[in-house]
């Protein structure tokens, strides 16, 4: 099974930066999509950005022109490059790997963005 570990949360202030990664181990299927997803208090969780093993890319509208997503391949590793922060993305950030076969989720990291 694949393993999932998040870092690069934390508090910035808005206008700020933070880059998100998410390294993948175990037994991992060559074509997969890894992607960010977040979650806020009395939200619903929502796709942030997710990124093809082709590198195929899709952003939520609210983060486009502020948020890259990218991934390393041979470090099975994605990022989330988090650019021109508002408090409005202060949210658990969910790192989520999907193939054929699994379709799993890591721990969370906050991201908190103040005024």
């Known amino acids: 099974q694949v393993q999932l570990v998040e870092s690069g949360g934390g508090l910035v202030q808005a206008g700020g930066s933070l880059r998100l990664s998410c390294a993948a181990s175990?037994?991992?299927?060559?074509?997969?999509?890894m992607g960010w997803y977040r979650q806020a208090p009395g939200k619903q969780r929502e796709l942030v950005a997710r990124?093809?093993?082709?590198?195929?890319?899709n952003y939520a509208d609210s983060v486009k022109g502020r948020f890259t997503i990218s991934r390393d391949n041979a470090k099975n590793t994605v990022y989330l490059q988090m650019n021109s922060l508002k408090p409005e993305d202060t949210a658990v950030y969910y790192c989520?790997?999907?193939?054929?076969?699994?379709?799993?989720w890591g721990q969370g990291t906050q991201v908190t963005v103040s005024s």
């Open positions: 989520n790997f999907n193939d054929w076969v699994q379709d799993l």
């Open positions: 990124i093809t093993s082709g590198g195929t890319t």
């Open positions: 175990g037994r991992i299927f060559s074509i997969n999509t």
